[in-house]
T-cell receptor, first 115, second 114 residues
Framework: SQQGEEDPQALSIQEGENATMNCSYK?????LQWYRQNSGRGLVHLILIRSNEREKHSGRLRVTLDTSKKSSSLLITASRAADTASYFCATPTMNYGGSQGNLIFGKGTKLSVKP | DSGVTQTPKHLITATGQRVTLRCSPRSGDLSVYWYQQSLDQGLQFLIQ???????AKGNILERFSAQQFPDLHSELNLSSLELGDSALYFCASSSPGRWIGELFFGEGSRLTVL
């Protein structure tokens, strides 16, 4: 079952514009992660934000986390054609007994950046 | 390069057949995860192994099974294949730790069932 749900499902912008993607989740989390996937390729980790953090930056990426609303957003500033990809948020689970669990991914936002 | 290796990259087979997908995790990573990605279901967690032991099961069909060997590589076996099993199968690994951090994904094995 999906834990995170991204919004919008698809986003088309011009180069140089900013792109904002949102993610909502259902249960308490320790961290939330964002991944990128180029068409048909493996997912690549972009950024991890812990539950006690509200905002985090990495290059042109800015991630926010609002645990009271169970939501996160990913902002890509000054987008480039090379940013065209699908973006997924992911939240961790913990196995019974407190052992490390897996990541549950949302359905993703498909971003298209036109030159 | 994530350091996670998956073989084969592409596989075409017929309904009813059995295939084995192989994954070598990053050096030092003890956890291996298998995910299935299809257009209609998205990215679905199948199963997790940690240091040779099964740790969690997700939406894995009974026709599918996996194992992790002493050298930490993992294999996902898919049997009695159906058309709907056509998908991208990803393996990922992660560093040891109480809470999961970054997952490192392989490039996937694209399975086509005809």
């Amino acid at each position: 079952s999906q834990q995170g749900e991204e919004d919008p499902q698809a986003l088309s912008i011009q180069e140089g514009e900013n792109a904002t993607m949102n993610c909502s989740y259902k249960t308490s989390i320790n961290n939330l992660q964002w991944y990128r996937q180029n068409s048909g390729r493996g997912l690549v980790h972009l950024i991890l934000i812990r539950s006690n953090e509200r905002e985090k930056h990495s290059g042109r990426l800015r991630v926010t986390l609002d645990t009271s609303k169970k939501s996160s957003s990913l902002l890509i500033t000054a987008s480039r054609a090379a940013d065209t990809a699908s973006y997924f948020c992911a939240t961790p689970t913990m196995n019974y007994g407190g052992s490390q669990g897996n990541l549950i991914f949302g359905k993703g936002t498909k971003l298209s950046v036109k030159p | 390069d994530s350091g996670v290796t998956q073989t084969p990259k592409h596989l075409i087979t017929a309904t009813g057949q059995r295939v084995t997908l192989r994954c070598s995790p990053r050096s030092g990573d003890l956890s291996v995860y298998w995910y299935q990605q299809s257009l209609d279901q998205g990215l679905q967690f199948l199963i997790q192994y940690y240091n040779g032991e099964e740790r969690a099961k997700g939406n894995i069909l009974e026709r599918f099974s996996a194992q992790q060997f002493p050298d930490l590589h993992s294999e996902l076996n898919l049997s009695s294949l159906e058309l709907g099993d056509s998908a991208l199968y990803f393996c990922a690994s992660s560093s040891p730790g109480r809470w999961i951090g970054e997952l490192f994904f392989g490039e996937g094995s694209r399975l086509t069932v005809l």
